[in-house]
């Protein structure tokens, strides 16, 4: 079993900055990819962004620029920093863990940008 737990979400002003964090512990594999996922009120769940074990990351056009993924490998760890934060950012930001066994979610952390 694999558990996914976020933290780091609150309330900000529009230009501030947060950073959230998640970490995996239980049975799965150390090559995967760990990501970030955010779901606004009426809309999908989308891709924010996503880094490799061996770091190699991608971002959603929206948040280039602005959001930096990264990894502790040892730690099983992902962060997301997100500066410049705009309204549009407010959403349930969830984690997520892929390997080759399967997908494992996160509860999710709420991250709300006020104007």
């Known amino acids: 079993q694999v558990q996914v737990v976020e933290s780091g979400g609150g309330l900000v002003q529009a230009g501030g900055s947060l950073r959230l964090s998640c970490t995996a512990s239980g049975r799965f594999l150390s090559f995967n990819t760990m990501a970030w996922y955010r779901q606004a009120p009426g809309e999908q769940r989308r891709l924010v962004a996503a880094?490799?074990?061996?770091?190699?990351?991608t971002y959603a056009d929206s948040v280039k620029g602005r959001f930096t993924i990264f990894r502790d490998n040892a730690k099983n760890t992902v962060y997301l920093q997100m500066n410049s934060l705009k309204p549009e950012d407010t959403a349930l930001y969830y984690c997520?863990?892929?390997?080759?066994?399967?997908?494992?979610w996160g509860q999710g952390t709420q991250v709300t940008v006020s104007s």
């Open positions: 997520n863990v892929h390997d080759l066994l399967g997908d494992y």
């Open positions: 880094i490799a074990t061996s770091g190699s990351s």
